[in-house]
């Protein structure tokens, strides 16, 4: 929880402003439920908190001594997951507290498994169009090179077809590996892209250079013997 949230009121931001670039667990905002400049600036807050992809996610809990309907209403509209008025027992929310910091974990846990490919354990397509699109828009605004590969295995559906698809999982999640640990430079992202398809975004890179990285990514996927 955020306990300095009363020393940010001011302004909407102060010691919030931490907030910003680092996620927190959980949010507990102090709310009066009158239209005072305190809670004009607990409402910015929350809209910042809401509408910043960094912080959106974080659970928003209002702790009022309110309890008229309309006010629960605008706290829920705002974004919030929970409304506790006072009096409350302390222990009960903290379980509360508890339950929305669990709740948030699992939703991220189911996130980031949302964007890996299930059989390789990389980036899958979805994770691939995401991040082709801000690399297109960075390197439109920085006019900056990108460069993207598109590596097919030859001859794959012969080999699962005689091998088994065990075997065939198998050969991809090696392939997958190889290509992964090549890329030394974190801003790289390989993501199974199809099939017996992969992809690999490559920021900053002109033609010359992806050319020579893929024919070094090329080597080392034979080196293998699949």
Known sequence: TSK??????????????????KTLPLVALPWSGSFSDWVLSLIHICRRL?????????PVIFVTAKSAEEDEELGFK??????????????????????????KRQADALERLSHLDPVTGIANRRQFDS??????????QEGKPLSILIIDIDHFKDYNAQQGHGAGDECLRQIAATLAKSLFRPEYLVARYGGEEFAVILPTIENTAAYALAEQLRLSVVE???
């Open 50 to 58: 809401k509408s910043n992809p960094v912080t959106q996610s974080i």
């Open 131 to 140: 991040a082709f699109e801000i690399a297109c828009k960075r390197a439109a």
């Open 224 to 226: 293998l013997g699949l």
């Open 4 to 21: 300095p949230a009363g020393r940010a009121t001011k302004s909407g931001s102060g010691s919030f402003s931490r907030i910003w670039t």
């Open 78 to 103: 705002l974004g919030g997951v929970d409304y506790i008025t006072k009096p409350f027992s302390i222990a009960i929310a903290k379980a509360r507290a508890r339950t929305h910091i669990l709740l």
